[in-house]
């Protein structure tokens, strides 16, 4: 399984930015697919999950009502979209796939699959 993170980059704060996350086939589309992000010297964190069609959405209460996931599985692509940015928001971001069905899982460890990760800076 191969996933590829993009769209990261440099951003004002209050601005907003999009991630995408490209994978394979139907290993993509019959799993949960996550974000998460890690700032330097902190552990890697939990961001936001969706289900394998797309209705649950699940969120870190960090990004509630600023961030959005979804999912296009006709083009095997998971979304980040990232509104209201903060400095705080600054981070490397990963997408990660879970096997096991479980959209609430919020550790790391329990996701098996990892893309290389997009670097978000946000400039206060």
């Known amino acids: 399984v191969q996933l590829q993170a993009s769209g990261g980059g440099l951003v004002q704060a209050g601005g907003s930015l999009r991630l995408s996350c490209a994978g394979s086939?139907?290993?993509?589309?019959?799993?949960?697919m996550g974000w998460f992000r890690q700032a330097p010297g902190k552990e890697r964190e939990f961001v936001a999950s969706?289900?394998?069609?797309?209705?649950?959405?699940y969120y870190a209460n960090s990004v509630k009502e600023r961030f959005t996931i979804s999912r296009d599985n006709a083009k095997t692509t998971a979304y980040l979209r990232m509104h209201s940015l903060k400095p705080e928001d600054t981070a490397v971001y990963y997408c990660?796939?879970?096997?096991?069905?479980?959209?609430?899982?919020?550790?790391?460890?329990?996701?098996?699959?990892w893309g290389q990760g997009t670097q978000v800076t946000v400039s206060s």
């Open positions: 969706i289900s394998r069609d797309g209705v649950i959405t």
């Open positions: 990660a796939l879970e096997t096991r069905g479980r959209i609430y899982a919020k550790q790391w460890t329990e996701y098996d699959y």
């Open positions: 086939g139907r290993t993509f589309s019959s799993n949960v």
